[in-house]
């Protein structure tokens, strides 16, 4: 069963850009969640999408945004990015996205850095 | 809120020696803890989860983990070490209502030979 898929792997913007990553989930997970990586603040959530409806939502600005299409392939998008926003950017997915309960499975990320 | 605290990190052990990755939690709801591993430019992997069922998790690659309410630690070991360990590794604790994972700051451990 093919895993976790990020696209692109590697991203360079210029600030004031936006920006949009992609991520395929397991096949039959319906749970797709994001995740911001960097050296400063560690790993946070951003958000989670579920049958194509945003469930949970972390603490970023409105700048950050997602969806979930039909086939529970799921989008970021970044507008206006800033200096700050660069970042290892990790989608995982799972079936139902109860953590307790179901594990998810983490893709490679998306490696964005803004110039 | 829930968070997890992760001691030292960086650990350096030599290899075939006893690996110790501390852990220590906060959370306001029974926990359930992860442990994760990430490898050069990849993903996170699981290690291994606690939910309840038993104290000490085995997961895999050999390690294992100890749930310990009193010291309300969790941490994670490795009877002998070997060079493809070498990784960062996370703590992880859900959050109150099960939706979304709290990770602890990391500890990379170098592994020598």
């Known amino acids: 069963k093919a895993g976790v898929t990020q696209t692109p792997r590697y991203l360079i913007k210029t600030r004031g850009q936006q920006v949009t990553l992609s991520c395929s989930p397991i096949s039959g997970h319906r749970s797709v969640s994001w995740y911001q990586q960097t050296p400063g603040q560690g790993l946070q959530f951003l958000f989670e999408y579920f049958s194509e409806t945003q469930r949970n939502k972390g603490n970023f600005p409105g700048r950050f945004s997602g969806r979930q299409f039909s086939n529970s392939r799921s989008e970021m998008n970044v507008s206006t990015l800033e200096l700050g926003d660069s970042a290892l950017y990790l989608c995982?997915?799972?079936?139902?996205?109860?953590?307790?309960?179901?594990?998810?499975?983490f893709g490679p990320g998306t490696r964005l850095t803004v110039l | 809120a829930q968070s997890v605290t992760q001691l030292g990190s960086h650990v350096s052990v030599s290899e075939g020696a006893l690996v110790l990755l501390r852990c220590n939690y906060s959370?306001?709801?029974?926990?359930?803890l992860f442990w994760y591993v990430q490898y050069p430019n990849q993903g996170l992997q699981l290690l291994l989860k606690y939910t309840s069922a038993a104290t000490l998790v085995k997961g895999i690659n050999g390690f294992e983990a100890e749930f310990k309410k009193s010291e309300t630690s969790f941490h994670l070991t490795k009877p002998s070490a070997h060079m493809s360990d070498a990784a960062e590794y996370f703590c992880?604790?859900?959050?109150?209502?099960?939706?979304?994972?709290?990770f602890g700051a990391g500890t990379i451990l170098r592994v020598k030979s």
């Open positions: 959370s306001s709801v029974p926990p359930y």
């Open positions: 995982a997915s799972s079936l139902d996205g109860s953590i307790r309960t179901d594990t998810q499975y």
């Open positions: 992880a604790v859900s959050d109150k209502d099960g939706n979304k994972l709290v």
